[in-house]
């Protein structure tokens, strides 16, 4: 299949032991559904920097630049150290939400937001109610919107004509099962020929 | 003063309890400035669903409406349920981020990044070198930028010419504290008069 559009790939992977296997088979597996994945080979923007500091914003700008050249957008938001999506991915999907792309999701676990929160977080409680609103001890309010992490994540994924598959990984390795990934291609690659 | 830019005020802080009162008095400090808040009320966009997801959806174009409508940000990135910032605010960083406006921020620690995942999340190790990187005993990669946050945060409010406030709180109120949130109030104000 001749490829249609570019990918941009986010998500934590790329902290991983084995992140660039992850990141070679996640490419080939997006151009096995007709997307070019984006990568810093491919579009090489320059890495580098006199101090950690400028070395880090060398690589934002890097993700910066082939979110600006990227299409669409689908990021793993699993819970990454703790119990919300990694924050960088939260980042990179804001991006491309402000410039009107498609904005796809999966996530390694079935648990919602809700739940993680309450039970994981919050071991159980207690909570009180405040008029319509939950609250924990902390008096922090308790979301609770039937989504899969923070509603700015799951609006965006929605109201962009994406898709978000949130599904529980069936091994072990909850943050790189590429199970719910493969789900989430099959969907882009109908909303894109859909759209053709 | 009459007031020059609209900015946004993102941050956990509409999850407190006080949240009403806290939006009020970060709105006069914000006018006080020469800054005019952008409110839900003010912009007016509908907030109603039929269901609990359709009203988090609402509340999403509501907040990206408000965003499209400003001139800048002021991000509360104090670390919110966990060692990084609150999700929903990471995304509207990258959102602004993506319009090409400023990026401002505070952070109520001064504790960097690095020190909170070490210290906080592995409590100290043990860690392990592999080449030029350090990882935790789970295999992910330790990133040691010198930075606040992950580096598209951080990479985006350098970049864009806003500033970064991180300090301790004087006192125990670590997520609603000001104190930090009006120093950064005074870079965003030294900039924009800079730049007219």
């Known amino acids: ?20 296997e992850v990141m ?12 070019y994945p984006s990568t810093l080979a491919e579009d090489g923007n320059a ?19 082939m979110m600006d050249q990227s299409d669409f957008i689908i990021a793993n938001l699993t819970p990454f150290r703790g119990i919300s999506a990694d924050i960088g991915t939260a980042f990179e999907v ?16 079935g648990r919602d937001y809700y739940t993680r929160l309450t039970e994981d977080y919050y071991a159980g409680g207690p909570f009180e109610a ?15 919107h039937g989504m899969r992490d923070n509603l700015m994540l799951d609006g965006a994924v929605d109201r962009s004509g994406g898709a978000f598959v949130a599904q529980d990984a069936p091994g072990p390795d909850l943050l790189g099962d590429l199970d719910a990934f493969r789900a989430v291609l099959a969907k882009a690659r109908a909303f894109f020929d859909q759209a053709a």
Chains 1, 2 share one sequence.
Do not use: W
């Open 47 to 65: 890495l580098g920097g006199d101090t950690p500091f400028e070395f880090g914003v060398s690589i934002a700008l890097a993700n910066e630049a």
């Open 94 to 109: 804001g991006y491309m939400r402000a410039q009107g792309k498609p904005c796809f999701a999966y996530s390694n676990t």
């Open 1 to 20: 299949m001749t490829p249609t559009h570019k990918v941009y790939l986010a998500g934590p992977d790329v902290f991983f032991r084995n992140a660039s």
């Open 130 to 144: 405040d008029g319509d609103l939950t609250r924990a001890a902390d008096g922090l309010m308790i979301e609770n």
């Open 24 to 35: 070679r088979i996640k490419g080939e597996m997006a151009l096995e559904h007709g997307f």
